[in-house]
């Protein structure tokens, strides 16, 4: 089993920048393939980014890219997502989640574990 934490959600103004860090704890010795993911009220769950477990592989969805990153921290095993240059269309709750694979890439069946999310509010 695995335990992912989020953290770093809040408000802010259009434009601002929040850096997300999701915690893992419990079985972290397998290689976990890391995505966040988003939803927004009544809307589903939609995929934001995903980080190989080395971090070799990156992807991003095309609402996000040139704005957000996301990177990891083995040693640390924390996985952390800024976002720069935001906007009132990225207000959603915000989940980790991991991928035994090694890689979840963009459908959020691929992963096994998820956290509680965390809320991001950006007003205009």
């Known amino acids: 089993q695995v335990q992912l934490v989020e953290s770093g959600g809040g408000l802010v103004q259009a434009g601002g920048s929040l850096r997300l860090s999701c915690a893992a704890s419990?079985?972290?010795?397998?290689?976990?393939?890391m995505g966040w993911f988003r939803q927004a009220p009544g809307k589903e769950r939609e995929f934001v980014a995903a980080i190989s477990w080395n971090g070799g592989l990156r992807n991003y969805a095309v609402s996000v890219k040139g704005r957000f990153t996301i990177s990891r921290e083995n040693g640390k095993n924390t996985v952390y997502l800024q976002m720069n240059s935001l906007k009132p269309e990225d207000t959603a709750v915000y989940y980790c989640?991991?991928?035994?694979?090694?890689?979840?890439?963009?459908?959020?069946?691929?992963?096994?574990?998820w956290g509680q999310g965390t809320q991001v509010t950006v007003s205009s």
């Open positions: 989640a991991a991928a035994s694979s090694g890689w979840g890439g963009t459908q959020w069946l691929a992963y096994n574990y």
């Open positions: 419990g079985r972290t010795s397998i290689s976990y393939g």
